[in-house]
């Protein structure tokens, strides 16, 4: 992906268990806080350094079996974000890349549903 693409506004819906980030290409993702926590790619969370990209991302569309809430969001530097997760959980720094890549939209992954 063109790496100059970045978010130009992320929102977090607590009570609607989402994420939502726009791009500044116009694109618009959603995630679903199950599936955005599941998918958390630090070392502890993917298991060890050669898991370190792959997602499971029909964590996106599976009914959730955890209600996870985001606390607050941290931006680091101009490539990533870091996310304090209520079960105290904070990790996870996620890069514009990994979480462009990880957008669950019709569009880049079809395959849903
Ligand atoms: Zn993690
Ligand atoms: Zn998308």
């Known amino acids: 992906m063109d790496s100059d693409i970045t978010p130009t506004g992320i929102e977090v819906s607590n009570s609607e268990q989402i994420l939502e980030i726009d791009w500044s290409d116009g694109h618009h993702s959603e995630y679903a806080l199950f ?65 462009r890549e990880m957008c669950p939209c019709e569009k880049c992954y079809p395959e849903q549903g």
């Open 35 to 99: 599936g955005l926590r599941k998918n958390c790619p630090c070392v502890m969370c993917r298991g060890g350094h050669g898991n370190m990209n792959t997602f499971e991302m029909e964590l996106f569309f599976v009914e959730p079996t955890q209600y996870f809430e985001i606390k607050d969001i941290k931006q680091i530097g101009n490539h990533a974000i870091k996310i304090f997760w209520s079960d105290g959980h904070d990790n996870g720094m996620y890069q514009w890349e990994t979480l």
